[in-house]
C-alpha cells in the first residue's frame, strides 16, 4: 500500500478509536459512587456545602445538564482545542498538562535509553551464543525483569541507593541524579520483554542465506551480526517498543507516585482522587492521541528499517 492512501486510511481508523476513547472516558467517570459537585466543593470550602451551593456549582459547570448533551458540549470545545479548566483553579487543562508533560517525557525518554542499552546487547549476545551459560543467564534475567513489580523494583533502588548508599536522591525531580533510579525502574520492564524479543528476531535473521554469503566475503563477525543482521531484526523489535511506549506512559503513573515526580502521572492521580473531571479528561485523550501517533510513527519506520515491508501488509 502506498504511504499516502495508508495514512488516510490510519487517519480515519484513529479517529474511530479517539471517539471510541473520548465517549468511554467520559461515561465511565459519571458512573463513579457520589455527586462530584458535592465532594469538590467539600475540598474547597473544607466544610459540608449547603445544597444552593451545590446547585450553584452544577450550573456553573454544566453539570445539571444530560451526561450526553455535558459530552457534546465538551466535545465541540475539545475540537476547538479546548480541553477545559480545572474544577479547583480554574487553570487551563491544556496548560496543566503541558506544565508536567516535560517532566514525564524526560523519564519515558531517559527509560528507553536504559531499556535498549540493556535489552539490544543482551539480546544479541544470547541469540549469537545460544545454548550457553550466556544465553541461559541473559534468559533468566528477561524472566526476573519481566516478572518483577515496577513499583517494588523502585522502593528497593530507593532502599540500596538512596537510604543506605545515600548516593541517589530519594524522589523530586529537575536535576539528571533525580532521574537515574525511576528511569532504571520503568526501563527494566520494558529492558525484560525486548531482550527476548531481540534474541528471538535475531535466532531467525542469523539462519538467513544472506548472511552466508557475507561471511564468505570474509566479513568479520561483528559486521556480520550488527550491521547485516541486526538491522532486519529490529523490525519486530520496532513495532513492539511502540506498544511499550503505551504500557510506559501507564507505568509512569506508578513511578511518578513512587519516586514523587511531578510530571503527568501525579497529575492524574490527584484529579482522580480529588474527581477533577476535565483534568482526567484532558490527560486521558492527551495520552490516547500520542499514543496513536506513536504507533502511527512505528509503522513508517518500517520502510526504513526493512525496504521489503509493505505499509498495512507484510514483508514481500
Known sequence: MDTAPYLVHRFGTSLVVLAGVSVVTYGLLFLTPGDPAEVILSQQLDRQPSEAEIEAFRAEHGMD???PLQY????TDVLRGDLGTSYYSDASVTGLIL???PLTLELAAASVVVALALAIPTGVLSAVHRGTAIDRASQLGALVGVSMPNFWLGYLLI???ALTLGVLPVAGAGSYSQLVLPAITLGTGMAAV???LVR???LDVLDEGYLDTARSKGLRKRIVVYKHALRNALVPVVTILGVQLGALLNGAVVIEIVFQRPGLGMLLVDAVFERNYPVVQGITLFTAVAFVVTNLLVDLSYRYLDPRVELGGDPA
Open 99 to 101: 506544565d508536567a508533560l
Open 159 to 161: 532502599l540500596v541507593f
Open 72 to 75: 457534546a458540549d465538551w466535545l
Open 200 to 202: 528471538s528476531s535475531m
Open 65 to 67: 445538564e444530560p451526561v
Open 194 to 196: 525486548l531482550t527476548r
